[in-house]
Structure formats: C-alpha cells, structure tokens
C-alpha cells in the first residue's frame, strides 16, 4: 500500500452502529426512513447509520447493507443470509489491503465458519474463463457443499468473475457480494449479472445468478485510486439523471464531499444509487424493456473506451458519453440549454471530462454500430427528456450522431 492510501486508510471497527435506516422500495420512493435506535450510549444522531435496501425479484428478494464497520460484522451476515453453511469461500481482489481481507475472512471466522480464502489477481484480462476455471481447483479440492457460500471481495471484475463460479460451481451455490470499489458498490453489485471475457468481446459469457446478500462497508474506499473513484461517480450521475432529478440536485451540490472520502456521504450516496437501480432492476429482471436505460451514456461510451484501447476509463467514457448523449437530446428539443450546462458542469465537478477528445471521429461513429445494445439493425439510444427522466429512441438520425461525437473534441 502506497503511503497516500495508508494515510487513507480508515480503521474498519471504529465506527459503532446504532441507528438503521431501512428502505424499503418499490413503496418507499426515494427516501430514506431513519430508524433511530433504542437509547444509545453516545447521542444517536451523532453515531453512523445502517442503511439498507430491499432488492426485490421475483423468487428471490435479498437486502443491500450499508453500514460503517460492517466489514468486521460481515460473519454474522452471512451466516444469515446463507443457514446451514458450515464453509465459506472468499474470492479476493490481491488490489484490497490485507486488512480488508483479514477483517471479511476473521470475522467469518469468529462466526463459526471455516473460511476459504482463494486470492484472485482482479484485471479485465483476468476476467477469464480460464481464471474462473483456476478458482474453482482449490475451491473443490475444499470439498465444499451446496450450502457453501462463495463471497466476493473487490470491485466488479472480482464480483462478476466470483458470481459466475458461483453460478456454475455445483450448479449454483450462494453468492455474498462484498464490493469494494465504489462502481462496483452502486452498480456491478445489484443485478445479478456474472460472467467473464471472451476474446470475441466483454462479457460475453455469464449467467444470471443473483447474490443473497450485498454487505458495503463504505469504510473499504479508502484505498481506491481516485481515478477509479470518479469513474463511479459518472455511473451516479448516470443513475439520477435518468430517475432522480432531486437526487441530481443533491448531487450538484454535494459532489465534492464524495472526492473528498467523506465516509457518511459516501454511505449516503452509495444506499441512494443501490435503491435507484434495485427500482430498475426490479421492474425488469432479465433486462427486456426498461433496464436500457442503464445504458444512458453508454453507447457513446463503449465505443468511445474500445477506439481508446481503453486508454479512457469506463467512467471516462460513459462521462463523454453521456455529454454527447445531451448534445443529442438538446438538439432534438427533449433538453434545453440549461439543463445540458448543467449536466457538463456536474460531469466536470465529479473530476471527469467533458470534452477534449481526441480520436477520430468515424471511427468512434463507426465502433457505436458494432455496440451489442443495437436491436434489429438501428441504433437505439437512451436520451434525456429532461433531468431525471429516460426515454429510448431509436430514430436519431446520423448526422447528429456525428456531430455529438464532434462536439467532445
Ligand atoms: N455485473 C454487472 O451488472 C456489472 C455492472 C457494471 C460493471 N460491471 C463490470 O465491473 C467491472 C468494472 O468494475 P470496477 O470498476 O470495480 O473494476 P475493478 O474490479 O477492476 O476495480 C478497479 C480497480 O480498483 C482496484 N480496487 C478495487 N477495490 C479497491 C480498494 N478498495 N482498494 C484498492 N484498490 C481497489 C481493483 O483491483 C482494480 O485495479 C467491469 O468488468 C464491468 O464489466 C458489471
Ligand atoms: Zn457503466
């Protein structure tokens, strides 16, 4: 660990619990009701809340928590969520401090389960099915039953590599997703999306496998590189302006406690995106209507990240995205100008670009077509019909596809 990111460290047992704060969705919109705990030693309001969140699927509802030190608790957790376990798997990002991984692996212990903890070098070239194959030899030399839970430590590679294991790994065991990065905690955690790579293209080869619990200690970003810090930012922006224009508001103004690892922000910040895409996923499970509008920035983007080589960031990607994504909706009327300002200006707070690129046009214009996301031959593109609101249209004409791409020279 760098000496900037021990600096960062934050201690993950020193913060008490002693106030829940529980949503409960569809039916509590998007506030979040605080529960505050019986009397407590120090003043309630003083102490950092738990914050949970319902994902709610047909056949299978599982809660998202949220809470300062849950780390360290996570033994008990699990032991909730997945009865009967005598084992428990953790597949482990080598990129998360040891301390992170004794605090999971300790507690799971104390808790009366026997830990397999299995180190997994997180990359996207590793996000492979011969890396999913090499984690499956230790965990079925461990002789490990179908009530074993297989727990996820790290950001979205470690979360979809250790889903898809255990989706298929005898034919299905729990799966206890412990993000770590914030992209993974506001987005690749809920879902139930796994899989891996494949030379032919990203995510190619996955299976739905949804987790029974989502345990985020907010305490774990601590040590994230600040680039991938503001990659998740650009999928929390994403999240408000297709679903929450108050929750924009709230974004604008305090974007900058969030770069600044204000740990109750982030726990904030963190429940209320979980909540926006658990309502999206919730009214499309397997992804045929609505669930698209996930995508917003994203068409842009993914061809934006492959003619860069990935030289741009996915969050880079899905910011530049996202601003030719209002280009478009300004132009076809769907957005005025101020709401397009203050889009970029929202993109650029959160330290991400609007502008500047510099590849080659037709190129990019060219790598949108081969995007998997196009139904029957058209380009379908989620836009903005005002802030908070998503509408999918499939009729924006080339031209102006070309000159948003332009537009973020
Ligand atoms: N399943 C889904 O629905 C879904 C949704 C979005 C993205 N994804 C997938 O998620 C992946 C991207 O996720 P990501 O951005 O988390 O990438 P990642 O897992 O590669 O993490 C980013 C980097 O941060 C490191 N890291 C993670 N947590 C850390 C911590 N606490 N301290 C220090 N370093 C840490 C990782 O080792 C890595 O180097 C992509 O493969 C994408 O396809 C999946
Ligand atoms: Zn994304």
């Known amino acids: 660990m760098s000496e900037q990111q021990s600096k960062r460290w ?16 569809p039916a509590a919109a998007d506030t979040i009701r605080r529960v505050t705990a019986a009397p407590a030693s120090p003043p309630a309001e003083s102490l950092p809340a738990e914050r949970v969140v319902r994902v709610a699927l047909p056949g299978h509802a599982y809660d998202v928590t949220v809470r300062h030190g849950l780390l360290a608790a996570a033994g008990a957790a699990v032991r909730a969520a997945v009865p009967g376990a005598v084992k428990a ?39 492979s099915w011969d890396w999913a194959g090499r984690l499956l030899d230790p965990i079925l030399r461990a002789r490990v039953d179908r009530r074993t839970p297989v727990v996820a430590l790290g950001g979205g590679v470690t979360g979809d590599v250790a889903g898809f294991v255990a989706a298929t790994l005898l034919r299905g065991v729990p799966f206890v997703q412990v993000p770590t990065s914030l992209l993974a905690m506001v987005d690749a955690s809920v879902g139930g999306k796994t899989g891996v790579n494949h030379p032919a293209g ?45 929750g924009f508001e709230r974004f604008e103004r305090d974007v900058g406690r969030a770069l600044a690892l204000d740990l109750d922000y982030l726990a904030e910040l963190v429940a209320h995106n979980v909540a926006i895409k658990a309502r999206v996923v919730e009214a499309d499970p397997f992804e045929r209507g609505e669930r698209a509008h996930l995508n917003f920035g994203h068409t842009f983007g993914h061809a934006i990240e492959t ?59 060219a790598a949108m077509a081969f995007d998997k996301k196009v139904a029957a031959g058209r380009l379908r593109f989620v836009l903005l019909d005002g802030i908070g609101k998503a509408v ?17 020279r």
């Open 202 to 246: 990203k995510n190619l080869v996955g299976a739905f496998h949804q987790p029974v619990a989502v345990l985020i200690d907010p305490a774990v970003l601590g040590t994230l590189p600040d680039r991938e810090l503001r990659g998740g930012l650009a999928e929390c922006v994403k999240h408000d302006l297709i679903r929450d224009a108050a």
């Open 10 to 25: 934050i201690t993950l047992n020193d913060m008490p619990l002693a106030a829940t704060d529980r949503l409960d969705h």
């Open 392 to 408: 999918v249209r499939d009729d924006v004409p080339a031209d102006l596809v070309r000159a948003a791409v332009e537009g973020l």
């Open 307 to 365: 003619v860069s080589d990935y030289g741009y960031s996915h969050g880079e990607s899905v910011a530049l995205g996202m601003v030719a994504a209002v280009g478009v909706s300004a132009r076809l009327g769907l957005l005025d100008e101020p709401g397009r300002r203050r889009v970029l200006a929202a993109i650029a707070a959160a330290g991400l670009p609007t502008g500047g690129l510099s590849l080659d046009v037709d190129a990019v214009v």
């Open 89 to 127: 798997v953790v597949i482990h990002d080598l990129n998360v401090p040891a301390a992170a991984v004794e605090g999971l692996v300790g507690s799971l212990r104390s808790s009366g389960l026997e830990p397999l903890a299995v180190p997994y070098p997180a990359s996207e070239a590793n996000k």
